[in-house]
């Protein structure tokens, strides 16, 4: 499975961004897909996920109220809106896909977002 992300860019603090992701197929591999980033010097974190099969959703405490997770009409597709964007959100996003267990894990190739003061 691949996961091939789009979106990004370069927006002032305050700007909005979406960002997209579009699994090659669709599988029983994967029962949620998440936006991982990870800014220069830090850890990879998680940002939001969302699970396939009832669509709960999950925040990272910082993105909650600013960011919003979905899902397409085809279940392998995931977007990441984000408003209010802040400096400190700047890093390169990851989408991420897989089972609970762990055993499949998908990740796109990462895309760049930066946020200007």
């Known amino acids: 499975v691949q996961l091939v992300e789009s979106g990004g860019g370069l927006v002032q603090a305050g700007g909005s961004l979406g960002l997209s992701c579009a699994a090659s197929?669709?599988?029983?591999?994967?029962?949620?897909m998440g936006w991982y980033r990870q800014a220069p010097g830090k850890q990879r974190e998680l940002v939001a996920s969302?699970?396939?099969?009832?669509?709960?959703?999950n925040y990272a405490d910082s993105v909650k109220g600013r960011f919003t997770i979905s899902r397409g009409n085809a279940k392998n597709t995931m977007y990441l809106q984000m408003n209010s964007l802040k400096p400190e959100d700047t890093a390169v996003y990851y989408c991420?896909?897989?089972?609970?267990?762990?055993?499949?894990?998908?990740w796109g190739q990462g895309t760049q977002v930066t946020v200007s003061s």
């Open positions: 969302i699970t396939s099969d009832s669509g709960s959703t």
């Open positions: 197929e669709s599988t029983f591999t994967i029962d949620a």
């Open positions: 991420n896909a897989g089972d609970y267990g762990g055993f499949y894990d998908y």
